[in-house]
């Protein structure tokens, strides 16, 4: 762990944010971490999250389903499916596609499955997990990791 100048606060080395203020860190390192960065996050969330939707529909579905739960009294099924159809009522939910509304309904009763394919890929990349925000890095990941970035390099090149 090295202190972070800008924030002034111990982060780990591995982020592109600290990259840049650890001493020892060329300049083209943060680039790289960035990039790597990106690619397993477009990686992992274009990964599928619900059975029979496509990773858009899904994230189309959360974000409706976070909607409709703010505005529910409670977590109950019925106060759920009040707070959709009063959304519905209020023209607000024109332009959602039909299988979204289905897939938040499918949600709210509780039969919407989800795939495993991204808990698969989060195991294979233990980096993913600093890039969806759920943990820390191990001496072990640091170095998973840094064989990625190894990888994407000489495919770059």
Partial sequence: MTKCRRRS???????ARTAR????????EPRAYRKAFR????????LPRY????????????????EVRNRARSADRGDMLRSLRKLERNGALEGVDETV????????YGSLRQLRDREKFAKQHPAVQIVIGRGTLTPDDVAA?????????????
């Fill in 21 to 28: 203020c650890s001493p020892g860190v060329s300049q083209d």
């Fill in 51 to 66: 059975k029979g939707y496509t990773a858009d529909e899904a994230t189309n579905i959360d974000a409706l389903w976070v």
């Fill in 145 to 157: 990791l840094e064989t990625f970035l190894a990888a994407q390099e000489l495919e770059a090149a």
């Fill in 39 to 46: 690619e397993l996050q477009e990686s992992y969330y274009d």
């Fill in 101 to 108: 509304l289905k897939g938040v309904r499918r949600r709210v």
């Fill in 9 to 15: 606060r111990s982060c780990s080395s591995v982020s």
